[in-house]
């Protein structure tokens, strides 16, 4: 049971893992956790949420907290409660903790809890040690789901229809997928709203996710929204839980780190931060116009690093875009699709910026398949091997998070995944060709260590 407490988050098979007992310990332990009396709580479209969100306020009653209840709603609009204030009582209450409860691009039956306190992302060892506590308890939680409801959901639609009233009328042709997510049921008044052109697709909320896989990460998940875009749209696609994004044009699909580019280019001396997994080109890029950061993978270690360098942006090439810039430094893909068309608005050519970037050929993410108790111990071996083995000559090593090798014309990078047993590589070059050849020097000593380990 100890797998389902996460580096970022708590994910696990609702009933199997997810039990009611053990769900209520959570919410218990947690609470306890929280220096504050409020704690608001939202969960996204899958079947077991509200059963779930019942448990969980049970384990928070119990621990004499009182429950915020947003209902259905983003994982963006969960956040950006924290950052206001809602009406209990006759008073103004912030909340001192949230959590969504969410299975964000999982398989169905997946479900889990992102973890807020005190504005800050509750991630790595406060997970395992709640983890500890709640394996460790054999106190029973009676049953008391009552929460106190707050408009989250409406008062972050007013926020954005309020902060980007200047796009009223924008004659962009728009096309977005929700994938039966939750996006959708904060998306869809913010366009209409705004008076923007646009299409959805399987916007109503259905956790069976009956069209398709929630992951626009994935290709085969973004076929239909390929096949409804005509010249000059401009496509939208979302995960299960709407803080994930991916954009994509008639020719393209823009990753994470291109839309970092041309986002930092609107934003004066940017400071921006990337993950490992991020383009040298951005890194390049942002360098001319101000300061990029390179830092670990994962939602939570970028909302921290924000809030300690005061960054503007962060992103994840998968499509986690982080804005502190004129918003509050966390992951919200219907903000980032705002601001992605404000770009349009101001005149900008997406697709013809992004042709014009310096071309530099990369692979997609490579998974290699291990095991939890192997993954770390493989990176550590490889790290120890890399200055004596036979690759081409390595300028630099980047070792923030597993390896990045850094060779005169490309980089590779091997690094342990925090949430499945794999480790995950990627290769960049000039080339193809060198690419590829990256890859297979790396690949052969990776192989190497594994069969020995």
């Not at 398709?212 to 401009?234: C, T």
């Not at 780190?257 to 080109?281: F, H, M, N, T």
Request: net charge negative.
């Amino acid at each position: 049971m100890r797998s389902i407490f996460r580096e970022y988050d708590i994910r696990g098979i609702f009933q199997k893992e997810l039990s009611e007992d053990l769900v209520k310990k959570i919410g218990y332990f947690l609470a306890k956790k929280v220096d504050g009396d409020y704690i608001a709580v939202g969960y996204d479209a899958r079947l077991s949420s509200p059963i779930l969100f019942e448990w969980l306020a049970s384990g928070i009653n119990h621990a004499g907290k009182r429950v915020l209840g947003m209902g259905m709603v983003p994982t963006g609009v969960n956040y950006f409660s924290n950052f206001v204030t809602f009406e209990v009582d006759g008073k103004e209450i912030p909340p001192a903790a949230s959590v969504m409860i969410t299975g964000s691009h999982n398989p169905p039956q997946y479900n889990g809890f992102k973890i807020t306190v005190d504005k800050a992302p509750f991630f790595g060892e406060q997970i395992y040690e709640l983890g500890e506590e709640v394996l460790q308890s054999d106190s029973t939680i009676p049953d008391n789901p009552a929460f106190i409801p707050i408009p989250a959901k409406e008062r972050y639609i007013k926020y954005m229809l309020d902060e980007f009233a200047h796009l009223q009328g924008l004659q962009q042709p728009i096309v977005a997928d929700c994938g039966n997510g939750v996006a959708g049921i904060v998306l869809e008044p913010i366009l209409s709203g705004l008076g923007l052109r646009y299409r959805g697709l399987y916007c109503e909320p259905d956790g069976r996710f009956p069209n398709h896989h929630p992951d626009p990460s994935v290709e085969e998940n973004l076929q239909d929204l390929k096949a409804a875009l005509k010249e000059g749209d401009l496509g939208f696609a979302y995960d299960g839980d709407g803080d994930r994004l991916a954009v994509l044009t008639p020719k393209r699909n823009i990753k994470g780190d291109e839309l970092a580019i041309l986002l930092a280019r609107r934003i004066e001396s940017p400071v921006v931060i990337g993950e490992v997994k991020c383009s040298q080109v951005m890194y390049d890029e942002i360098n001319k116009i101000g300061k990029a950061i390179m830092y670990k993978t994962g939602h939570s270690n970028l909302k921290q690093k924000i809030a300690q360098t005061n960054a503007h942006m962060a992103a994840e090439v998968s499509g986690h875009l982080f804005f502190n810039d004129r918003y509050f430094g966390f992951d919200d893909a219907i903000y980032a699709t705002l601001r992605v068309l404000e770009l349009v608005a101001e005149g900008v050519d997406i697709e013809a910026e992004i042709e014009a970037l310096p071309k530099l050929y990369n692979t997609p993410e490579i998974k290699v398949k291990t095991t939890e108790e192997k993954k770390f111990a493989i990176i550590e071996e490889l790290k120890k091997r890399l200055p004596k083995a036979d690759l081409p000559p390595i300028e630099k090593i980047i070792d923030i998070d597993g390896v990045r090798i850094h060779f005169e014309d490309g980089w590779a990078l091997v690094r342990a995944s925090n949430t499945t047993p794999v480790l995950v590589t990627r290769f960049e070059a000039k080339t193809f060709q060198l690419a590829k050849e990256y890859q297979e020097a790396v690949m052969g000593l990776l192989r190497k260590i594994m069969e020995e380990i």
